[in-house]
């Protein structure tokens, strides 16, 4: 007999009155404050403020280690020293291994800081280890936290009514902030949701929407005034499109059974186990990725590929998403390494707003090498389909937001 939603809850209401019996209970200090976390209208003021408090620790961690010891590390020490000792100065091997350098009155000039350089050994390893590794470090610290303290499983219920709008559940906020620390672990965290619609949705929103944790750190480095209003626009665009392929996407999204533990004090050898077996996971899939990506940036622009290329889409970026012609190189180079982009991005001169709507671009684009390999393992149709509805979305929403620059005057 096949039994209607309704009917199979009224058969555990049924079931559980028959097994389940209560003894004494004691209200505690822990089992209100526990309440008061899922209820909306305590827990959602709770939730603004832990995320603040998140992203705050966050900032203030990756910035003091980056600017206040690694920057030093490699801008003063790292580059020179390589750029003195490594072979071929000016040369296309010394181009990609160390510096790009520019040319100055028809001589070659070498760069005076890693992010300018370019190079897989000084930009590769200064995003990877003095910007990403920071901040991923410090991510997956508070992630642990608020994973052992007992907090995760309340945020899912408290956002699981507005995750439903896309076609989600509560659970969906774990793939989508492991998704901020690296795209990688984000992806392959979709199979804890239930369908292939589910799995399908959730899979395609980080691919297009979340940032991951070397973007933001490079975001956070070269343009911190601006990341409100980038994050605000990928945040719509979660769940406009959300909202849009759970419209279109055939299948259900059915409702979940989640348990929810009362706070307990969070044990340190839980926390190290997590966060160490997550910045291994780091060193292990996203630094040489990392440094391929970067290696191949460099062999396509020496080849003129990446060049060739930005002249051909040119009249696209201008026209359509009213970015300069110079970022077309960068954010054709974005499919191999978010993070290099929006460094190359910040040394091309635009206003404000053309900025905002170049690291949205970046950030909407092709996953990078490390999610787009993540996404085939998925599964073949699901990567093709995501590819599609993200091509539509490049388009749509960059449009979109070019549009509303000119309707306020500012782009």
């Known amino acids: 007999m096949k039994l209607s939603t309704g009917d199979r809850w009224d058969l555990i209401d049924k079931i559980s ?3 389940v019996t209560f003894g004494a209970y004691k209200h505690t ?24 408090g998140f992203w705050s620790m966050f900032g203030s961690f990756a910035g003091f ?6 920057v030093r590390l490699f801008d003063a020490y790292w580059l020179p020293w ?3 000792v490594f072979p071929g100065q000016g040369g296309w091997l010394y181009a990609i291994m160390v510096d790009a350098g520019g040319i100055e009155s028809g001589e070659f000039v070498l760069s005076s800081n890693c992010l300018e350089s ?47 709008r896309v076609g989600l559940h509560g659970y969906a906020i774990v793939p989508t ?72 996407v055939p299948g259900k999204a059915p409702e979940f059974l989640i348990d929810v533990p009362p706070y307990r004090r969070p044990m340190p050898s839980n926390i190290g186990k997590k966060v160490g077996g997550r910045v291994r996971g780091f060193f292990m899939i996203a630094i040489p990725f990392v440094l391929i990506g970067c290696a191949l940036v460099g062999i396509l622009y020496q080849l003129g590929v990446i060049q060739f290329l930005g002249d051909m889409l040119a009249p696209v970026f201008v026209g359509w998403f009213g970015v ?23 040394v091309i001169e635009m206003t404000k707003y053309q900025m905002i709507t170049a ?33 539509v979305v490049v388009f749509a929403y960059g449009g979109l937001i070019h549009l509303i620059g000119k309707l306020l005057g500012v782009a």
């Open 17 to 19: 009155k028959e097994t």
């Open 29 to 52: 200090l822990k089992d209100a404050i526990g309440e008061l976390t899922v209820k909306p209208m305590t827990g959602i003021p709770v939730a603004i403020a832990i995320m603040y």
């Open 65 to 70: 280690f980056t600017d206040g010891f690694f």
């Open 82 to 84: 390589l750029q003195e």
């Open 118 to 164: 370019f190079g897989v050994l000084t930009s590769g390893l200064f995003v990877a280890i003095g910007v990403v590794l920071p901040a991923i470090i410090i991510f997956y610290l508070m992630l642990a936290l608020l994973e052992d303290i007992g907090y995760m499983p309340r945020l899912a219920v408290l956002l699981d009514t507005v995750l439903h």
């Open 177 to 248: 902030i492991l998704s901020l620390g690296c795209n990688v672990p984000g992806v392959t965290a979709t199979r804890i949701l239930e369908t292939k619609k589910q799995r399908f949705i959730m899979m395609t929103l980080l691919a297009i929407f979340i940032p991951c944790g070397a973007q933001i750190g490079i975001m956070q480095d070269v343009v911190p005034d601006l990341m409100g209003w980038i994050l605000l626009y990928l945040i719509i665009g979660y769940f406009i499109f959300g909202y849009i392929l759970n419209k279109i």
């Open 324 to 346: 300069p012609a110079e970022t077309a190189g960068p954010l054709i180079a974005a499919f191999l390494r978010k993070d290099l982009a929006v460094a190359q991005l910040s």
């Open 359 to 391: 690291v949205v671009l970046v950030s909407i684009y092709f996953p990078c090498v490390a999610t787009f390999a993540m996404m085939l393992k998925e599964g073949w149709k699901e990567l093709l389909g995501s590819l599609a509805v993200l091509t």
